[in-house]
């Protein structure tokens, strides 16, 4: 399903992951990754599909949170007077390069960038979207449980929770790990987010298409806790 190139460096990208045990969640890996410049994950630009709802109006407008978001580019395209986005990862690396990459951007004041770890992080205040593309997929699949009380946490009781659900295949290993749209639903379910719409991405890039699902995720006015009442 890869390119050969592509493969060596997931390869290359997986070894440096379980080989490197220096820091919570993976860290000290992802760093030694941004270092050695192995990311075969970046698009070198932001994903067509977000970029796509951000020119339509569907999506929230507010306060956005972008976890492990890389080189940035998918913050910086959907920032703006409306929405302040915060692009979050755990590598200090990569937090440099979309820093280095976004300064001089005209948008610069609507967006801003933050080494920490997702899982830890205590943002001030709560937010009224979060994008996830290619992070669920690059935690360890033991983590899903706590990405999802994280999200529930840190999202407003009505903001939107939105996945780009990759690679949907039936690989062994990672990352990134293979995902489905019931390994979501059976994280999210239990913190009471329920799918508004799921949908194939056929803007998908290359070798990515038909490995692609769009989920929006939100919460029903009664949490999980009241219902079971
Ligand atoms: C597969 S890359 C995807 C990057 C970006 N979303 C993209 O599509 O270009 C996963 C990213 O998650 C970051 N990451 C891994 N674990 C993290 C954690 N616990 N908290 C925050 N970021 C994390 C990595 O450093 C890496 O940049």
């Given at each position: 399903m890869m390119h050969n190139s592509t493969t060596t460096s997931v390869d290359a990208l997986q070894q440096v992951i379980h080989t490197t045990h220096t820091h919570t969640n993976g860290g000290g890996g992802w760093e030694q990754c941004w270092k050695q410049g192995?990311?075969?994950?970046?698009?070198?630009?932001?994903t067509p599909l977000l970029l796509h709802l951000h020119r339509t109006g569907s999506l929230p407008k507010g306060r956005a949170l972008l976890p492990g978001c890389g080189t940035g580019y998918d913050v910086v395209a959907i920032a703006g007077p409306e929405r302040y986005v915060i692009g979050l990862d755990i590598s200090g690396h990569a937090i440099n390069k979309a820093i280095q990459l976004s300064s001089s951007h005209p948008n610069s004041s609507y967006f801003t960038f933050l080494e920490a770890d997702f899982f830890t992080c205590h943002p001030t205040d709560l937010f009224d979207l979060i994008f996830d593309y290619t992070f669920f997929c690059a935690i360890e699949p033991h983590l899903r449980s706590a990405w999802a009380r994280k999200m529930a946490d840190i999202l407003k009781p009505d903001g939107e929770l939105i996945t780009l659900m990759f690679p949907i295949s039936d690989h062994v290993g990672g990352p990134p790990y293979k995902v489905s749209v019931s390994d979501y639903e059976e994280v999210l379910h239990p913190m009471g987010f329920k799918a508004i719409s799921i949908t194939d991405?056929?803007?998908?890039?290359g070798p990515r298409k038909a490995r692609e699902k769009l989920g929006r995720w939100k919460r029903s006015s009664v949490s999980p806790a009241k219902s079971a009442l």
């Open positions: 192995l990311t075969p994950w970046d698009l070198g630009g932001p991405n056929e803007l998908a890039v």
